[in-house]
């Protein structure tokens, strides 16, 4: 049995043979041979593909015909942009800068924008200063446009408070200044903070009677220093490398120097050891004082001298001063060629008691006063040819012979390595040389062993003072060894 859609369009149904009859009649296409739905890549240039076509066109010609266009995709229905929104908008927009695309540049004021006559003053500012090498803390704070009232209220209040003066170049000075009324006053000073000292803070603020100081002090550490070490390849060197800082160093070779030969009578093996005055602040700086100590050890002899007194002089442990005795060679780079003692004279033929030494030197080298003194003679004086004679203190004569010049003058005052004349050869002298001789309590005296030690020695309260001292940096060294 057929189903109910073969019945529909079969076409031996009766609705077929009724539109076979009309199609008969009206001459038109048979409904089966009229198909709207035509591939048009199917059966190219066939009668069914030509309907197709036609179809198509006359579709096509009837939408254009009634004027149907696409709905518009249109995001909002807004105002339309003026030209300084288009304008400020152009540097949000994305495009090429052939179009004249500006990225980036400022948004310009729009309509609510109102030009100033004047650029507004910020209402405070906050600044750093700080005092220059060689300037005051007056310059620096008038250099960061302090008026004078609030700059004399400040220096009078820093000088009360007990700020030493001048305060250290570099010191920062915290500032802020205020609101002014006009510009042309200076702005007040709203605060002020520096640190006025190692050991001081102050910190200035704008009160109702005037600006007011408070100070702040600074705990500071001043336990003392102890620096030791091995002396190695330099001792300037392994001091430094040890951090000590060059003044000091100085100071320990020069004081060391006094009873040390620092060229040649130190070795890489001894050690250095140092106490020096040292402040470490709570807020961490640390500053260097002077030496208080310097000493210099081997396995067989140690050196030690301590700072004491208000001239800051070096005595060794006995209370006898550092201070350098005789310069043990007057002559530049002589050769000593006959020591102290018996000899045989090679001139007068006979042994007799040498009271000095030689020093065998081309003539003209030029003679040092070996210790600071007065001069009390200068002249010619049978075998000792030209000769000097200096005063030291109320004891002590050295006397330099055979000189082929002299260049003082008795009564002249001599330093320690003044050139004083030259070698030469005058007098009783087989050739070129100094003789030297040392006088003590008017006895001849072996200027080898001769200390210079006029009114050097500690005694009494003194020596009781120095030995408190001595046993506190003791104290200190022990505690840091
Ligand atoms: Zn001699």
Not at 208 to 228: K, S, Y
Request: net charge positive; aromatic share 6%; proline share 6%.
């Amino acid at each position: 049995m057929a189903t109910l859609a073969e019945l529909a369009l079969s076409p031996r149904s009766p609705a077929h043979r009724r539109a076979d009859r009309a199609s008969a009649r009206l001459r038109l296409p048979h409904p089966s041979d009229l198909d709207l739905l035509v591939d048009l890549g199917d059966s190219i240039g066939a009668r069914r593909w030509w309907q197709g076509v036609s179809i198509l066109v006359l579709l096509c010609s009837l939408t254009v015909s009634l004027g149907l266009s696409p709905p518009r995709l249109v995001g909002s229905g807004g105002e339309p942009l003026t030209d300084w929104v288009l304008e400020a908008r152009r540097p949000a927009r994305i495009g090429a800068l052939a179009d004249g695309s500006r990225h980036g540049i400022l948004v310009p004021p729009g309509p609510a924008a109102v030009r100033l006559s004047e650029i507004p003053e910020r209402p405070r500012i906050e600044l750093t200063a700080s005092v220059g090498a060689g300037g005051s803390l007056e310059a620096a704070l008038r250099r960061a446009g302090v008026g004078r009232d609030d700059l004399n209220a400040i220096l009078r209040l820093a000088r009360e408070a007990g700020a030493p003066k001048p305060i250290a170049a570099g010191t920062r000075l915290e500032l802020v200044l205020g609101r002014r009324e006009t510009r042309s006053v200076p702005r007040p000073v709203e605060s002020l903070a520096f640190r006025a000292a190692f050991d001081l803070r102050l910190a200035f603020s704008a009160g109702p009677n005037g600006l007011v100081v408070q100070r702040i002090p600074i705990r500071v550490d001043e336990t003392p220093l102890r620096v030791t070490g091995e002396v190695g390849r330099s001792l300037p060197g392994a001091l430094r490398a040890a951090g000590v800082p060059g003044p000091v160093i100085a100071d320990y070779l020069r004081q060391l120097g006094q009873v040390v030969d620092i060229q040649r009578g130190v070795r890489s093996r001894d050690r250095f050891d140092l106490i020096v005055g040292h402040r470490q602040a709570e807020t961490g700086e640390r500053e260097w004082g002077r030496l208080l100590y310097a000493g210099l050890v081997d396995g067989s002899r140690s050196v030690a001298l301590f700072r004491f007194g208000p001239r800051g002089e070096f005595y060794r442990e006995n209370g006898e001063s550092a201070k350098r005795g005789l310069i043990r060679t007057p002559v530049e780079g002589a050769r000593r060629s006959s020591g102290f003692g018996m000899r045989f004279h090679p001139i007068l033929g006979y042994s007799r008691m040498h009271q000095g030494i030689d020093f065998a030197a081309p003539s003209g080298t030029p003679v040092l006063a070996s210790a600071a003194g007065k001069v009390v003679m200068a002249g010619w004086s049978g075998g000792y040819g030209n000769v000097i004679a200096l005063q030291h203190g109320r004891n002590m004569v050295t006397r330099y012979a055979h000189l082929s010049r002299i260049s003082v003058k008795v009564g002249d005052t001599v330093a320690q390595g003044q050139r004083i004349g030259a070698v030469g050869s005058t007098g009783l002298s087989t050739g070129p040389h100094l003789h030297y001789e040392v006088w003590v309590d008017g006895k001849p005296v072996n200027p080898a062993e001769a200390r210079y030690l006029s009114g050097s020695q500690l005694e009494g309260e003194a020596l009781r003072q120095f030995q408190a001292e001595l046993a506190r940096v003791r104290r200190i060294a022990r505690t840091q060894s």
